[in-house]
């Protein structure tokens, strides 16, 4: 089945950009959702079919999808943003939800 | 704003069946337009989608292929809520298992994506 591939870790100082990529095989023809998952709690969805973002979800976080790589942009990254952020998507060949290994975000 | 709020036991014994339930608000278990997901999370298998249901004129059931024997996932309309059913467990099912909603975009076009999420539950399979 498809796999998504994502950097266990990244580290940024505050008021940095945070870009935390997730790699799949010619994703790029695939809807890329994006989760935050705070310890203890829920994923909350921040971003939709690539780059949409639900309501209540900051202008600060944004995403992309070219070729084999997804990414997902956090401008201005405040202490609050430190969590494991999550890619999925939808694998139409075997009809699963597919997800990411996850990103631990760490804000220096 | 929907909500999605679990309840069920944290602790299953080996062999046993995993039940938990999910009271919706803010949206229809049986709506024409969104479907009704289980998933779970541990440190091994990281997140895994279990399985949805769904009502476009009658009810609809899929299942990941790895619980497929095993797995129940029902609506109860009278009390707006959806169930998970999960048999002959082992410690391999210890899990946080979350439901979520898959929003829809018509009756006919899913958004792929899962929002909102319930709380979690935590199930720990010992004896």
């Known amino acids: 089945s498809y796999v998504l591939t994502q950097p266990p870790s990244v580290s940024v100082a505050p008021g940095q950009t945070a870009r935390i990529t997730c790699g799949g095989n010619n994703i790029a023809t695939k809807s890329v959702h994006w989760y935050q998952q705070k310890p203890g709690q829920a994923p909350v969805l921040v971003v939709h079919?690539?780059?949409d973002r639900p309501a209540g979800i900051p202008e600060r976080f944004s995403g992309s999808n070219s070729g084999d790589t997804a990414t997902l942009t956090i401008s201005r990254v405040e202490a609050g943003d430190e969590a494991d952020y999550y890619c999925q998507l939808w694998d139409s060949i075997v009809d699963l939800w597919v997800f990411g290994g996850g990103t631990s975000l760490a804000v220096l | 704003q929907v909500q999605l709020q679990q309840s069920g036991p944290g602790l299953v014994n080996p062999s046993q069946t995993l039940s938990l339930t999910c009271d919706i608000s803010g949206d229809s278990v049986s709506s024409n337009s969104a479907a009704w997901n289980w998933i779970r999370q541990s440190p091994s298998r990281g997140l895994e989608w279990l399985g949805r249901t769904y009502f476009r004129s009658k009810w609809y059931n899929e299942y990941a292929i790895s619980v497929k024997s095993r797995i129940a996932i029902n609506a109860d309309t009278s009390k707006n809520q959806l169930s998970l059913h999960l048999n002959s467990v082992t410690p391999e099912d210890t899990a946080t298992y979350y439901c979520?909603?898959?929003?829809?975009?018509?009756?006919?076009?899913?958004?792929?994506?899962?929002?909102?999420w319930g709380q979690g539950t935590l199930v720990t399979v010992s004896s």
């Open positions: 079919d690539d780059s």
């Open positions: 979520a909603r898959d929003p829809g975009e018509g009756a006919t076009t899913w958004s792929h994506y899962f929002d909102p």
